[in-house]
């Protein structure tokens, strides 16, 4: 059994930066896609980046583009997202989501993947 847990969130001011990991503590992983998403209230959760656990393949949502990376780890099995040069419409909680198979790297819908982490809040104060 898969399970995500999302670490890393917190207070941080515009400009600043914060890293985010997600780690299974279920088992290893052997999932073909990890991804992160962020969602607000009120609001549909959002794409933010993913990347596949084999090749390393990424994606990022363009308004992250430039400012976050993310990364896999696989000696320790975890997926990281560091977040440079946040600004307070990064205001959210991010949650880690894992994919078992696929085709290519293009994975952005929250339907599209098939197990998710509790999430982690990141706030950017202005």
């Known amino acids: 059994q898969v399970q995500l847990v999302e670490s890393g969130g917190g207070l941080v001011q515009a400009g600043g930066s914060l890293r985010l990991s997600c780690a299974d503590s279920?088992?290893?992983?052997?999932?073909?896609?990890m991804g992160w998403f962020r969602q607000v209230p009120g609001k549909e959760r959002e794409f933010v980046a993913s990347?596949?656990?084999?090749?390393?393949?990424?994606t990022y949502a363009d308004s992250v583009k430039g400012r976050f990376t993310i990364s896999r780890d696989t000696v320790k099995n975890t997926v990281n997202l560091q977040m440079n040069s946040l600004k307070p419409e990064d205001t959210a909680v991010y949650f880690c989501?894992?994919?078992?198979?696929?085709?290519?790297?293009?994975?952005?819908?929250?339907?599209?993947?098939?197990?998710w982490g509790q999430g982690t809040q990141v706030t950017v104060s202005s």
């Open positions: 989501a894992a994919r078992r198979t696929g085709s290519g790297s293009y994975y952005v819908a929250t339907y599209e993947y098939d197990y």
């Open positions: 279920g088992r290893t992983f052997s999932s073909y896609v």
């Open positions: 990347i596949t656990w084999s090749r390393g393949s990424r």
